[in-house]
């Protein structure tokens, strides 16, 4: 047993500390609120676990010193009470955490000292009530609380009288019955120093499954803080920079995904048997494929944030995938299909429910099958029936249906622009959902009853919203579509479309409200069935030329040679040379692709690559391709990054006894800059006849609002 004013004693003095593996506070103001109350009434509140040890884990905001003698107490069970009580008492946050740790601070919590009741601060009740006085300031030792000036204030009066009395004797009574917490015992049972780190946190699991059961999550990132003392907040750090980009993540889909890299599976349990190196080998990876994936989704996916997604399970299968991937999408062709899965697992819910058996079955499929997107797909219309929309599924839906999202992204995919100052849409955070057809309007006719369940599904539905980043009041709250979408078209010609509005205007007028829903719920289903056709539809061959005719043609303004990779002529490294070749594919990149040689001169003499690589092999086999393939890789995305890389297809010529590196160049969807990081700068090129051009700031500006529709 130990008094509840020695422990918060111990914590201040901080021989009572809490490990890093232990989770953050959690509890809810009302949790902290019922806890005073059920002390205060003498309940019982259940027990606390330490681990006594000379050897402790990684304590949270604090190192033991090495000269310390004797053991310290760690903190197994109770934390959240022991948190709770600290606050109270001390009126401070416990050493151990931060005060950006305190997600729910209990600290206004007062206590009425006539009738005995614990309520969080509320101005009406409170601000002339002087009974009510706050639970810190009840416990401090000396209190500030003086009972006879809160009665005299009471009464309104100095005069004392026998009803004074007992009133502040009433008073009395409860600040000392509320005070005396502190010297109320607490049971406190002890897991002995023999015990190493794995024992302390299998008890630690005993024990939550048998009170407040931590998630999965929470018990698999206790495990890995136990061997890697750094994961949670490494994991917090990392979730603050993505957020910081408009991706909000959290624990439990850091820890999901750090199982996925390393075991290739969905169940949390599997990492309690990784040892330290493989956990941090795996966080090493998963943070470089979290940095790739972000700069992929916006600018391929038209995903620009996490509200663009339903859930962020759906990201999970694609880590792993890339975990077995290198790091990367290996062509153009992988990367649609992904969105294409990426969308359906989206817009149909596929982790809704059972999460964690249909992740860990679709992350099977991703560990036997190097293409698993359409399998994956398969999976969903076994779970669904189909993944083409019908405009039924539109019917009465509203914005919080997944296929709100994904109307909103198809918008993006057509350059989309806000119908009042012609900005492009961004992230689905930054945008109002408007009505079409204004509430208003709608319920001031006799046709609609706001109190009708039915009337208000179809006023509020899917089909009556349109996207705009403007403030609210650019439309009358009652004008119909009659009034403005006329001038809306006239200014930004082809902007109702992109937004799917029927371009009959007889529609547009609300006694044709529901025709008007009708058709546009076919424009949209219709909308969204194309652009996924669109994403997994073999493209017509192109024409291929053979090694031969290439360098017949000569270089010309979508054809180009380089000699080497890497090596001058007299064999020596030549940044400059390496320089040339990158840029010459961001300028290709940049207009309409192309095609650039490695390993032929100018005039056409065949040179090959195998001077590129370091033991030069007197003819390349499939080893030393995938070498040259790499460092081809890593060099591109250092000077022109990750995100446009599969835009890129490496290919292979043999002549006579060399072998020549063919690189076909698709058109980027978006501006590509060359990043030179030794000069510390960033260059805009382009193909200009049969030469990279370099455009200074003001042309380049000027070129790519010409070239894409940004």
């Known amino acids: 047993m130990a008094k509840i004013s020695d422990l ?31 002390l205060f009434r003498g309940y019982p509140t259940g027990s606390l676990l330490f681990w006594k040890t000379t050897n402790p884990p ?32 001390e009126g401070n946050i416990p050493p151990y955490y931060q005060p950006k740790d305190i997600k729910t601070d209990p600290r206004e919590l007062y206590f009425d000292l006539d009738s005995g009741e614990f309520q969080y601060y509320q101005v009406n009740r409170m601000k002339n009530n002087p009974t009510w006085v706050r639970v810190t300031d009840c416990l401090s030792s000396p209190t500030p609380v ?53 024992a302390a946190i299998d008890v630690f699991d005993r024990v939550n499954s048998l009170g407040t059961k931590l998630t999965d999550a929470e018990l698999a990132l206790t495990h890995i803080t136990g061997k890697w003392s750094k994961a949670r907040q490494q994991m917090k750090k990392k979730i603050t920079e993505l957020e910081d980009k408009g991706f909000a993540f959290d624990l439990t889909f850091m820890v999901r995904c750090l199982v996925g890299v390393v075991h290739g599976r969905a169940l949390f349990e599997i990492i309690h048997r990784t040892d330290a190196e493989k956990i941090l080998e795996g966080w090493q990876e998963l943070t470089r494929i979290l940095d790739y994936l972000i700069t992929i989704l916006p600018g391929h996916a038209y995903i620009h944030s996490t509200d663009d997604l339903n859930t962020t399970n759906v990201l999970v299968p694609v880590v792993v ?69 019908e405009p039924s599924d539109l019917e009465g839906r509203g914005i919080q249906h997944p296929l709100y999202r994904m109307m909103f992204i198809i918008a993006k995919t057509r350059n989309a622009v806000d119908w009042f100052n012609g900005s492009p849409l961004g992230s689905l955070y930054n945008i109002h959902n408007r ?7 709608l319920y001031s006719s006799e046709r609609y009853n706001a109190e009708n369940h039915l009337h208000k599904k179809l006023v509020t539905e899917i089909a009556n919203r349109f996207f705009s980043t403007n403030s609210p009041g650019a439309v009358s709250e009652d004008a119909a579509p009659s009034d ?11 902007a109702l479309a992109k937004q799917f509005v029927p371009a009959e205007p007889y529609l547009w007028l609300a006694e044709n409200f529901e025709s008007f829903l009708a058709a546009r719920r076919k424009l949209i289903a219709d909308a969204i069935n194309n652009y996924m056709d669109h994403l997994i539809t073999e493209p017509e061959p192109e024409q291929t030329y053979s090694l031969e005719e290439l360098i017949a043609a000569g270089e010309s303004a979508s054809l180009e040679f380089k000699s080497s990779l890497y090596f001058d002529k007299q064999a020596k490294a030549s940044p400059d040379l390496q320089k040339n070749i990158f840029k010459t594919l961001a300028g290709f990149l940049n207009v309409e692709g192309g095609a650039l040689l490695i390993g032929v001169e100018d005039n056409g003499n065949v040179l090959g690559v195998e001077h590129c690589l370091d033991h030069k092999p007197q003819k390349m086999n499939s080893k030393d391709r995938d070498t040259f393939g790499l460092l081809f890789r890593n060099t591109f995305i250092n000077y022109l990054g990750a995100e446009f890389h599969p835009y890129i297809h490496l290919t292979w010529a043999d002549h006579q006894e060399h072998t020549v590196a063919i690189i076909h160049i698709d058109p980027s969807p978006k501006p590509v800059y060359l990043t030179d990081k030794k000069q510390q700068s960033t260059e805009f090129y382009i193909r200009a006849g049969n030469q990279t051009k370099l455009l200074d700031v003001e042309a380049a500006h000027n070129y790519i609002s010409m070239h894409w529709e940004l």
């Open 8 to 38: 918060i004693s111990d914590i201040r003095n901080q021989d009572l500390v809490l490990p890093e593996f232990q989770r953050e506070f959690v509890w809810t103001q009302e949790q902290a609120k019922q806890l005073l109350v059920s």
């Open 484 to 494: 403005y979408l006329k001038p809306v078209e006239q200014k930004y010609p082809g």
């Open 321 to 389: 995938y890339l975990a077995r991937h290198g790091g990367n999408f290996p062509d153009n062709k992988e990367l649609k299909r992904f969105i294409h899965w990426v969308y359906a697992a989206n817009m149909w819910g596929r982790y809704s429910s059972q999460t964690d058996q249909k992740l860990d079955h679709d992350i099977s499929i991703i560990q036997r099958d190097g293409s698993p997107w359409k399998e994956l797909v398969d999976a969903i219309i076994e779970q669904r029936g189909r993944i083409k929309v």
């Open 146 to 198: 003086k009972v006879f000036e809160i009665v005299q204030k009471k009464a309104a009066t100095e005069k004392a009288t026998d009803e004074q009395f007992q009133l502040a004797q009433l008073y009395n009574d409860n600040l000392t019955k509320l005070h005396n917490i502190l010297d109320r015992d607490y049971p406190v049972q002890i897991v002995p120093p023999q015990a190493d780190i794995d």
């Open 435 to 441: 009505y079409l057809f204004p509430n208003t309007l």
């Open 58 to 89: 990684e304590l949270k905001n604090l190192v033991i010193p090495q000269d310390k003698l004797g053991s310290t107490s760690i903190i197994l069970d109770g934390q959240q009470r022991l948190t709770t009580l600290y606050l109270f008492i």
